[in-house]
């Protein structure tokens, strides 16, 4: 649901009743995974998508009957052998959806409407939701901020509420969404109730070090992907917001002095362009030793092989030399900076999701991935980043 939050934030300040439908469960092959929502407002206009196409219609309809009556329901749409054009996932999988009414008098609703009201702002939040358990408590939520504080209540023991915020608390700071399966009294035993946790967090960093034609293609290419991306070079001449129109940042400095001082996590991205050993050997020392999620630099196979032999040389040792994804990039065959920053994209996506990158005519592995699990205190969590 807070994928599409700007848009229902909207629809909440001009007063628009809506139903929000989201994906809260995947198995097997689907086209989204949790957290994807199709939402319908009072006036019969939708935004949003669950499947991709294959059952948009039924879950709109689950969404106008939930306008009409004010419940929550969860519905599993799945794959008809039967008939493989009536109502389900031609894919093979299937998905669990909880359809809530976002409206003053729905279970749910106001923390609805303040989670999409914090998302919307660019606040760090988790949504916390019953997706799963007695009638009286499905739909019911609470909403964790960054600073710990919450307000709602998942209607139950108190000790529900308290497992809840510290389930979501592990997936925030992950900057996960995942379910939890737990009893009513919170307890991992007996588990008798599914949450669902949607984390809201800042977009994922890409640090693109090196103000070259290829890097101006791999900002824009990183922005479709979401990620804020900052450029870094030393040379004032090369980075210019002229040069690099569509770049959230732009810093001009030694790219090693930038990296020690600016915030990283385990959702950064590091994509070393430069090619020149000055930058490369001082900046990868200390990019290798960070808890990143992705360190690749540019260049060709001679240039890597001095570039692993200067970093050995410089203490690098061969643990940390194994994170390095050197010549980064895909085999695509590309050519021009366009196609080279596709196939750097592709594989940090492929790295993100542990995709394998072989064509998937022919082959046999998985096309939609589970993510890993989530943080410390979320052991159970079936988690998506």
Not at 119 to 126: F, I, L, P, T, V
Not at 232 to 253: G, H, K, L, N, W
Request: glycine share 12%; aromatic share 4%.
């Amino acid at each position: 649901m807070l994928d599409i939050a700007d848009e229902l934030d909207q629809w909440r300040q001009e007063g628009r009743e809506f139903a929000v439908a989201s994906v809260v469960a995947v198995e097997g092959s689907a086209p989204r995974g949790p957290g994807a929502a199709l939402a319908v407002d009072g006036r019969g206009e939708a935004i949003g998508s669950v499947s991709g196409g294959c059952v948009e219609g039924a879950v709109y309809e689950l969404c106008v009957q939930a306008l009409r009556d004010g419940a929550t329901v969860l519905e599993r749409f799945g794959y008809s052998d039967e008939d493989a054009f009536a109502v389900g996932l031609t894919c093979g999988g299937s998905i669990d959806v909880l359809v809530t009414p976002v409206r003053a008098d729905a279970p749910g609703g106001e923390v609805c409407a303040a989670a999409l009201s914090a998302a919307a702002r660019g606040e760090s939040a988790a949504l916390v939701r019953v997706a799963r358990g007695p009638a009286g408590l499905l739909g019911r939520g609470l909403l964790l901020r960054s600073d710990g504080s919450y307000e709602g209540g998942l209607g139950g023991d108190p000790e529900l509420d308290r497992a809840a915020v510290a389930e979501a608390r592990a997936l925030l700071d992950a900057g996960r969404s995942g379910t939890v399966a737990v009893s009513e009294r919170g307890a991992r035993c007996a588990a008798d109730l599914t949450l669902f946790v949607e984390s809201n967090v800042p977009p994922p960093r890409m640090i693109v070090f090196g103000a070259i034609d290829f890097a101006a293609a791999l900002v824009r290419t990183a922005r479709f992907l979401g990620y804020h991306v900052t450029v870094c070079d030393a040379r004032p001449v090369f980075a210019t917001r002229a040069r690099f129109p569509e770049a959230d940042e732009i810093v001009v400095d030694w790219p090693h002095r930038y990296l020690r001082r600016t915030a990283t996590d385990g959702r950064t991205v590091l994509c070393v362009l430069t090619h020149d050993a000055k930058f490369d050997i001082p900046l990868l020392q200390e990019a290798l030793r960070l808890p990143v999620a992705f360190v690749g630099a540019m260049g060709s196979r001679r240039t890597h092989e001095d570039r692993d032999r200067r970093l050995r040389e410089a203490g690098v040792t061969a643990a940390e030399l194994a994170r390095l994804r050197s010549p980064i990039g895909l085999d695509l065959g590309a050519r021009t900076p366009e196609e080279t920053a596709l196939s750097i994209a592709a594989e940090i996506v492929a790295a993100r999701h542990g995709g394998t990158g072989v064509p998937l005519t022919g082959a046999r592995t998985p096309i939609h991935r589970e993510a890993g699990e989530g943080g410390s205190g979320a052991a159970g969590a079936r988690a998506v980043a």
